[in-house]
């Protein structure tokens, strides 16, 4: 397994370019599904999770054609409705095929996913909302297997915010017949950037961006073309990391109104930021302070951001109080982070954080996607040496993450 060697005490200092946003890019691709039309996508991130959904589709029978950053994917003549389990038990998004299968075809079977172990992800939201639109859905051998002839619109509530759940019975509702309504729908801009794309294949939505989304179903969608929006938690990450090592970076082709609670809370720790158009330039004359926070679905501050930040606040002037309120079992970074020197102690969903004046150089282990993030930055921060091994976590939603960051002045190299 591949690791990464860091040699702290380096700010970072130049211009990184922000990739496509990973959690638009997978349902987008799963949306190839709902029509049997090209449908050209560009600004698609190289990513592990990408090729895995990529392979799905492929399985299923969708032609699928790379370049660089340009996918361009043809669902003419699909020849399986099933996503199996060696490709759905390492991504969790994987789920996303479910709800543009029964649509288009009147059935799916599409085995239960699996991922970064950072608590409980279940898909009966999912399944509810197929229900309601009259869907017959069954477990089976670790498989959901739903079948419909034709779905029907119907006014459908989730038990809580899911962007998966969203964003999987929104491209059902939109080859369903008549109005669907979601209620207490995720506001992401993933979710608007999936809904824009679906608009140019032809699909009748409004409300996309607010907790009511409300779609006319029509009878055929026909291929598009896209471009992915930047990853704004690729951007906070960097920030972070320039809040962290005391530098000065530009950001380019990312977009700041997508991560405005991010920016609010990296701007109280200190970080001056400046936006101009399509660019973030970022720097930090100081020792960070401590900023308190809570994670809450969009626009409150991700989840996805919290390790980040709690490395941040690792090496900040004071105390912080960081809740998570989104996933139960998202702490697992913080006894790495302890190996390295941080003062920080959980009590169920919360983390309090004393700033220490140093972190030091450790080896140390990832346990998931965003905590591989958080080890990053607290290696490029620390004296010494950090070794942090498993980072194919890190391969999963970060492209070219070690060659960014050495472009930008960082000491740090991949193990093989």
């Not at 079977?109 to 069954?138: F, T, W, Y």
């Not at 140019?200 to 471009?227: P, S, Y």
């Not at 101009?276 to 302070?289: S, W």
């Amino acid at each position: 397994m591949d690791k990464l060697r860091i040699t702290g005490g380096q700010p970072l200092t130049g211009d990184i370019t922000i990739s496509g946003a990973k959690n638009a890019a997978l349902p987008i691709l799963c949306a190839s599904l709902l029509t049997s039309e090209a449908v050209q996508l560009h600004n698609v991130p190289t990513l592990r999770d990408i090729d895995t959904t990529c392979a799905l589709l492929a399985q299923i029978g969708v032609k699928v054609q790379r370049n660089g950053h340009d996918i361009e994917l043809c669902a003419d003549q699909p020849n399986s409705i099933e996503a199996p389990y060696e490709l759905v038990k390492t991504m969790r998004a994987s789920i996303l095929v479910l709800g543009p299968l029964l649509a288009r075809f009147g059935e799916a079977k599409v085995s239960l996913p699996g991922g970064c172990a950072i608590g409980q992800r279940p898909v009966d939201q999912h399944i509810k909302g197929l229900r309601a639109m009259g869907a017959e859905i069954e477990l089976e051998h670790g498989f959901v297997v739903a079948r419909a002839q034709r779905l029907k619109g119907a006014r459908i509530r989730t038990d809580m915010v899911t962007v998966t759940g969203t964003e999987n019975l929104m491209m059902a509702a939109v080859l369903a017949e008549g109005e669907t309504i979601l209620e207490n729908a995720a506001q992401e801009p993933e979710v608007v950037d999936l809904a824009n794309m679906l608009i140019a294949m032809g699909a009748r939505i409004k409300g996309h961006g607010t907790e009511e989304i409300v779609i006319q179903g029509v009878d055929k969608l026909h291929g598009t073309t896209h471009h992915i929006m930047p990853d704004r938690i690729e951007t906070g990450t960097f920030l972070c990391a320039v809040g962290a090592t005391q530098g000065d970076i530009t950001l380019h082709q990312t977009q700041a109104d997508t991560l405005e609670a991010t920016l609010h809370k990296l701007r109280q720790a200190g970080l001056e930021i400046q936006n101009n158009g399509n660019t973030i330039r970022a720097r930090m004359r100081q020792r960070p302070n401590a900023v308190s926070f809570s994670t809450h679905e969009y626009p409150g501050l991700p989840t996805d951001m919290q390790a980040q930040l709690m490395a941040l606040n690792a090496l900040a002037n004071g105390r912080a109080t960081i809740a998570e309120n989104i996933f139960e079992n998202r702490f697992m970074h913080v006894q790495e982070l302890r190996r390295m020197g941080a003062d920080i102690k959980t009590e169920g969903h919360t983390a309090r954080v004393r700033g220490v004046e140093a972190l030091y150089g450790a080896t140390v282990m990832a346990t998931d996607l965003r905590a591989s993030a958080c080890l990053v930055i607290a290696g490029l921060a620390a004296q010494g040496d950090t070794t942090i091994e498993r980072i194919y976590h890190l391969d999963r939603g970060y492209e070219n993450m070690e060659s960014k960051l050495a472009a930008a002045g960082a000491q740090i190299q991949r193990l093989s």
